[in-house]
């Protein structure tokens, strides 16, 4: 069920629907919009009679909402989200550059590698503290040192730190040293933990699965906007299929799939979706062209020594190539645009 109310409905008559809401035992969400209010109701097992709502003041409609998933839906929340992250944001009208290496792997490292994507302009910095691997004998990430490392990174540059968060156990921890938390793809279906981040207070980050499709994706999303958290972003980082001259392919008709259903902005890890760092700057370049909200790529100034993902970090040189190429792309089609689309 999905209520909206009248344009000039009054705080007092959006505060009324919330209590009656809960009222039933249901949880309400209220998601402010640029004309209008619209209340998503979560919590119910079957239908709910819209004659409990459409008679109260300042109600417009109260609409059953008939796809699987509501609260990341368009229906409840026409304009775009913006996902602020301090004085940074995802979504709306700067494309968002994450960048750094895939793990922190020392402090030296870290800073060099630091010290280069600030210099191009970059607003989000990467790196694992806690990484999911493969094989349990591969390098599993510093922990709370790398954690420590990235605070010192946010307090040195003013990046924000956008790291993984592996566990419902760790989700205190990453939460106090990141400004976004990381679900990572392993993880998308992760339920006790998305529901735990849901719980969180800082933005979340939910890199696609695998094999997931776009309905899943979303229904993960909701999972953790179901909880409270609303500021979540979406990413798409490959999927698994029968090529094998990439790690994973990239699904970029996902990016317009994902906005004409959904308010949450999406950005594309071509690092990731390719494995190879000659595929990085091509695809990141198609992913702006797609109209992605920011694109996060793994960077190393010495990726022949990383701990995890060498083959696809992009070098220095390669890094400020692509900056320039995905700045020049994103502005030529934000100038023919006709109107924003915040
Ligand atoms: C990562 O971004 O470091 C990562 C592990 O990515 P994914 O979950 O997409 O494999
Ligand atoms: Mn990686």
């Given at each position: 069920?999905l209520i909206v109310m009248?344009?000039?409905a009054?705080?007092?008559?959006i505060?009324?629907v919330l209590?009656?809401i ?5 949880k309400p969400h209220p998601m402010p919009g640029a004309n209008r209010t619209a209340i998503g109701i979560t ?22 909402v008939?796809?699987?998933?509501k609260l990341v839906s368009r229906d409840l929340k026409h304009e775009d989200s913006v ?142 906007m179901a909880?409270g958290n609303y500021n979540v ?29 959904s308010h949450l ?78």
């Amino acid at each position: 069920m999905l209520i909206v109310m009248h344009p000039d409905a009054t705080e007092d008559q959006i505060k009324a629907v919330l209590d009656a809401i809960t009222a039933l035992g249901l949880k309400p969400h209220p998601m402010p919009g640029a004309n209008r209010t619209a209340i998503g109701i979560t919590g119910n097992a079957g239908p709910i009679d819209p004659g409990n709502f459409d008679y109260l003041p300042g109600v417009a409609e109260a609409i059953r909402v008939t796809k699987p998933f509501k609260l990341v839906s368009r229906d409840l929340k026409h304009e775009d989200s913006v996902i602020k992250v301090g004085d940074a944001a995802i979504g709306g009208l700067d494309l968002a550059i994450i960048a750094g290496p895939c793990a922190v792997e020392t402090r030296d490292q870290t800073m060099e590698i630091a010290e280069l994507v600030y210099s191009c302009g970059v607003k989000f910095f990467r790196g694992g503290a806690f990484k999911p691997r493969t094989s349990p004998y591969s390098f599993q990430g510093l922990g709370l040192e790398g954690l420590k490392i990235l605070d010192e990174v946010r307090s040195r540059f003013g990046m924000k730190i956008v790291t993984e968060v592996l566990d419902n156990e760790s989700v205190d921890l990453v939460e106090e040293y990141a400004d976004v938390m990381q679900i990572g793809a392993r993880n998308m279906q992760n339920f006790s933990l998305l529901k735990r981040v849901g719980q969180a207070r800082k933005p979340v980050m939910l890199k696609r699965g695998m094999s997931a499709t776009l309905d899943e994706l979303l229904l993960a999303a909701e999972y953790i906007m179901a909880e409270g958290n609303y500021n979540v972003v979406l990413c798409e980082r490959g999927v698994r299929t029968f090529a094998d001259h990439t790690r994973n392919t990239m699904d970029l008709s996902i990016v317009p799939a994902v906005q004409a259903l959904s308010h949450l902005p999406i950005i594309v890890d071509p690092s990731h979706g390719t494995g190879r760092r000659d595929k990085v700057i091509p695809l990141a370049r198609a992913s702006v062209a797609v109209g992605a909200n920011g694109v996060m790529v793994e960077v190393h100034t010495h990726p022949e020594r990383a701990l995890s993902d060498g083959p696809q970090a992009l070098l220095p040189d390669m890094f400020r190539q692509m900056m320039a190429e995905i700045t020049a792309i994103y502005r030529v089609i934000a100038e023919a645009r006709p109107s924003p689309r915040e």
